[in-house]
Structure formats: C-alpha cells, structure tokens
C-alpha cells in the first residue's frame, strides 16, 4: 500500500498571502495525484487532477505541481473561502490512498 | 444536474447488518465506475470500495473485506454498499463518488454522505 504523507498538518496564512501545502508518496505514483478541499459538514470537492490539472470550475489561483513522490498545492492569494481542510490522493495503484490531511486555518 | 444522494444510514448494533444506497443523477451512470469512501469522526478520507461501470469487477480495502459488498444496478442508476458484522470502527460517513473518467481515476462528484454509528 503507498502511505501518503501530507505536511504541514496545519497551516496558518493571513488572507491574500500565498499557501503551499505538500504531498509526499512513499513510492512513486506518476502524476496520478489528485488533491480534494473539504470544508466543515461538506464532501470533499476535487481541486486538481493529473498533478497539475484543475477540475472544472476551480479557480486559476489553485496549481499544482510535482510527479513521482513529492507534490505540491499552492494557493496563490487567499480568499476566506479557502479555509478548509486539504487531501491528496494518489490512484496510482489499488488501494487508493489519501493523505492525512492539512488544515489550512486564517492567521 | 449531475448530482449523488446516499440513502440508508442509521445507528446499528455491532455485529449486525445495514445497506447504503446512493442514487445517481444527471449523468449516465452506467459508464461510469463508482466507489465508497468513508470519514471517521474528526477523521481523513478512507477508501472503501470501487465497482467498475459494467459491475463486473469489484475491489475492497483490506478493513471491509469479507464484510462489505458492493453492487449497482446500472437501470436504477443506483450504487449499493452492503454491510455486514459490522464493528465500531466501521462508524463514519459514507461517501458516493464517481471516477472523472478519460482515463482519471480521481473523484470528481461526491455524494452528501450518510452516516452510520455502530453502538450498543
């Protein structure tokens, strides 16, 4: 099974700042990573896919970037409605796996 | 619009049996493959289980296999998850998602979720 490790497992950034939140996989899983945003008593919602594709409707200050083991997802300037919990998760091989999640908490 | 609902949740006894539902909408359900996943309170994301689109193959994590089935019946448009002797870490919100397809596996619709308690 790949362990998906996220870090941090919280962050703190002031609104408009930029956020950088990591992924690491314990063995390499392509560009086949997706990350997911998941805000209080909602479902998760897909951000990006492929690594570096962003899903319909998500907007450009979302990217993301990496292959093999190390990824990352950077939010460009901060919007309050960002603040949420972030997932990653590779569906590289059986089982998918996601992260532990990072807390992304205003500052 | 594409949409997922899931059905069927509730408080059960351990060691006893419960069947989710998930109704699809909004999209043609039979060409997409479907999975379960589930979120223990204050927990991440888990994942359960995966049925491809014809329902001709089906995959488990190694935590409900045995206990759980999952099944679909592509002329209701509808996904199941049967769950049987369940335990107390079994408790957590159920979530239907649907595969993005084109050769993306990730999860691009996400149903409400349905929580299930397992508690004496």
């Given at each position: 099974e790949i362990v998906m490790t996220q870090s941090p497992a919280t962050l703190s950034v002031s609104p408009g700042e930029r956020a950088t939140l990591s992924c690491r996989a314990s063995q390499s899983v392509s560009s086949n990573l997706a990350w997911y945003q998941q805000k209080p008593g909602q479902a998760p919602r897909l951000l990006?896919?492929?690594?570096s594709t962003r899903a319909t409707g998500i907007p450009a200050r979302f990217s993301g970037s990496g292959s093999g083991t190390e990824f990352t997802l950077t939010i460009s300037s901060l919007q309050s409605e960002d603040f949420a919990v972030y997932y990653c998760q590779q569906y590289?091989?059986?089982?998918?796996t996601f992260g532990q999640g990072t807390e992304l908490e205003i500052k | 619009q594409v949409q997922l609902v899931e059905s069927g949740g509730g408080v059960v006894q351990p060691g006893r049996s419960l069947r989710l539902s998930c109704a699809a909408s909004?999209?043609?359900?039979?060409n997409y493959d479907m999975h379960w996943v589930r979120q223990a309170p204050g927990k991440g994301l888990e994942w359960v289980a995966l049925i491809l689109f014809d329902g001709r193959s089906e995959y488990y994590a190694d935590s409900v296999k045995g206990r759980f089935t999952i099944s679909r019946d592509n002329s209701k448009n509808t996904l199941y998850l049967q769950m049987n002797s369940l335990r107390a870490d079994d408790t957590a919100v159920y979530y239907c998602a649907r595969v993005l397809g084109g050769g993306v596996w990730a999860f691009d619709i996400w149903g409400q979720g349905t929580m299930v308690t397992v508690s004496s």
């Open positions: 990006i896919y492929g690594a590289n091989s059986w089982p998918y | 909004g999209f043609t359900f039979s």
